[in-house]
Antibody, heavy 124, light 108 residues
Framework: EVQLVESGGGLVQPGRSLRLSCRTS????????MAWVRQAPGKGLEWVGF??????????ECAASVKGRFTISRDDSKRIVYLEMNSLKSEDTALYYC???????????????WGQGTLVTVSS | EIVLTQSPGTLSLSPGERATVSCRAS???????LAWYQQKPGQAPRLLIS???IRATGIPDRFSGSGSATDFTLTISRLEPEDFAMYYC?????????FGPGTKVDIK
């Protein structure tokens, strides 16, 4: 059974940093890209970013709204994907989902498994 | 960036009725790279459909997807009580992978 379990959320002041973790099980982690999607309270879904397989360089791409502030990394030995969030703003307040992407080819991702999310609240 | 719009915003129907949710892409979407998700209150989204019309594993056949290029449709042939939820479309033709604003299907 595929499982994605996020952790690391909480209340943080504007301008501070936070690192989210997503522990995975039930699938061959090293053969999948991984991604993050967020949902502000009462709002819709927003793709945050993805990280490629290490065999494809392990590079990441992020949405324009978080580019330069958020970084995605992975540790295949631990089956964990991370979301490092810096210079947090109030508009980053959201439930952050770890998601497993599927792709027909290349960097074209939809998301077939979702964690339950971890809540990040940015407020003074 | 590909922008997705969904209509209607809310759909009020009774169990047993047919639900039709529209998703429009601008500009046009390549290869029909469009997915549909269902989200119930307090739960994570669940994948229903990929590639515009391919049901995900375990999804009942009352859910179907159709369309191409700019116009896509999610149809629920006969609403069951558990189908009342939010529905989102998502394009994966190009990054950033954008979602539609959602359609709420609620009980009339």
């Amino acid at each position: 059974e595929v499982q994605l379990v996020e952790s690391g959320g909480g209340l943080v002041q504007p301008g501070r940093s936070l690192r989210l973790s997503c522990r995975t099980s039930g699938f061959s982690f090293g053969t999948y890209a991984m991604a993050w999607v967020r949902q502000a309270p009462g709002k819709g879904l927003e793709w945050v970013g993805f990280i490629r397989l290490n065999s494809y360089g392990g590079t990441a791409e992020c949405a324009a709204s978080v580019k330069g502030r958020f970084t995605i990394s992975r540790d295949d030995s631990k089956r964990i994907v991370y979301l490092e969030m810096n210079s947090l703003k109030s508009e980053d307040t959201a439930l952050y989902y770890c998601v497993r992407p599927q792709s027909p080819n290349g960097d074209h991702y939809y998301f077939d498994y979702w964690g339950q999310g971890t809540l990040v609240t940015v407020s003074s | 960036e590909i922008v997705l719009t969904q209509s209607p915003g809310t759909l009020s129907l009774s169990p047993g009725e047919r639900a039709t949710v529209s998703c429009r892409a601008s500009p046009s979407l390549s290869n029909n790279y469009l997915a549909w998700y269902q989200q119930k209150p307090g739960q994570a989204p669940r994948l229903l459909i990929s590639a515009a019309s391919i049901r995900a594993t375990g999804i009942p056949d009352r859910f179907s997807g159709s369309g191409s290029a700019t116009d896509f449709t999610l149809t629920i042939s006969r609403l069951e009580p558990e189908d009342f939820a939010m529905y989102y479309c998502q394009q994966y033709g190009s990054s950033p992978f954008t979602f539609g604003p959602g359609t709420k299907v609620d009980i009339k």
